[in-house]
């Protein structure tokens, strides 16, 4: 049984606590409390969750590749993933009809994207649910690499990055479809590695040497992240807006999520940390609700009523869906035993 860790609950709250206030800030505040360094790491900082949760789940286990894609893996994602993800998007129609009849503006945001996981009504962020959608079809796979070969994994994963984001710029496809582009899962395969690399002291214990090479590497991403902003330097082989997020500062969030393990308790009645860990756990019906929100709401609206709104009805989402998704297990499995004892 995986082993479970408060801490990450508790930095995936306050890493969705970064994401609202990501979308409700205006750019010049963000640019100048350097947010870089602490709101901007949201998306990082999931991802590298996402690889860190995969390692955990694969290391020293002895995978097969046919049994990668099973039955039981799409129930639980889908039960986890997608019929959140369905929910919202009908309420996404029912809002976008409602809007329509009462206020005669057309929020819909339909086109070839809806496939890939553009919701009806798109806010802010909707491209780290397409991201989140890949992941249901590419993690198998890189788990079952990282149990089989753990080393060749992560090299390969930071090459297929670098040479993803080289050579995109001279494919049309990405390069004139900002869309695809933002969702194009490999630009955090060493987001993926990081957090892979990560589970094993996160599960065994860190060594020294282990804290110091993730302190220059958050230390050199910090320093590079901080030049970026003050010399406006371009990056020619990179989007403009995605210049902080990439290999070279990938390593500041690993760290970000060593030092949240090795500062706060694996188990914790501290009132603060109960609450932040009970919006982690709560923290994708929470961004999907945002993103719909976002989709209607004026580009910045007030702070504490955007935070308000996305988190209490965010967090209600979830403890209604939960039982919702039970319910529909249990109906499934029941009609599955019915139907084999009418066969036999």
């Known amino acids: 049984m995986k082993q479970h860790f408060q801490q990450i609950d508790v930095l995936k709250g306050l890493a969705i606590l970064a994401v609202l206030l990501l979308h409700s800030l205006p750019k010049i505040d963000l640019i100048s409390s350097y947010a870089i360094l602490h709101i901007w790491q949201a998306v990082p900082v999931f991802m590298v969750i996402m690889g860190l949760n995969l390692g955990l789940a694969t290391a020293g286990k002895t995978l097969k590749l ?5 039955k039981s893996y799409f129930q639980k994602k889908g039960s986890r993933i ?87 710029k001279h494919f049309g496809l990405f390069s004139q479809n900002k869309y695809i582009y933002d969702a194009a899962f490999p630009r955090y395969f060493s987001a993926i590695a990081f957090g892979l690399a990560l589970a094993v002291p996160i599960k065994n214990g860190f060594a020294f040497s282990t804290r110091f090479i993730l302190f220059i590497l958050a230390a050199a991403a910090a320093i590079f992240m901080f030049q970026l902003q003050e010399t406006k330097v371009a990056l020619d082989f990179i989007r403009p807006e995605w210049r902080m997020q990439h290999v070279g500062t990938f390593g500041y969030a690993a760290f970000l999520i060593a030092l949240a393990v ?52 965010g967090y209600l989402f979830f403890q209604v869906e939960k039982p919702f998704v039970l319910l529909l297990s249990t109906l499934f499995k029941k009609n599955k035993v019915d139907s084999t004892n009418h066969k036999l």
Do not use: M
């Not at 046919?66 to 099973?70: A, D, K, P, V």
């Not at 694996?266 to 929100?293: E, P």
């Open 66 to 70: 046919n049994g990668l894609y099973s």
């Open 82 to 168: 997608f019929v959140p993800f369905l929910l919202v998007f009908l309420l996404s129609l029912l809002i976008g009809w409602a809007w329509f009849i009462l206020y005669k503006e057309d929020v819909f945001t339909f086109n070839s994207y809806t496939w890939f996981g553009l919701l009806p009504i798109s806010g802010k962020g909707n491209y780290f649910l397409t991201l989140l959608l890949q992941s249901v079809f590419v993690l198998p796979i890189i788990g079952f690499g990282f149990a089989r070969k753990p080393a060749l994994t992560l090299v390969l994963l930071v090459l297929l990055e670098v040479g993803f984001i080289l050579c995109v």
């Open 262 to 313: 090795w500062l706060l308790p694996s188990t914790s009645n501290n009132v603060i940390l109960v609450f932040f860990a009970a919006l982690g756990k709560a923290s994708y019906h929470i961004f999907l609700v945002q993103v719909l929100y976002f989709g209607l709401v004026e580009k910045y609206g007030d702070l504490y009523y955007n935070l308000f709104i996305c988190l209490a009805s």
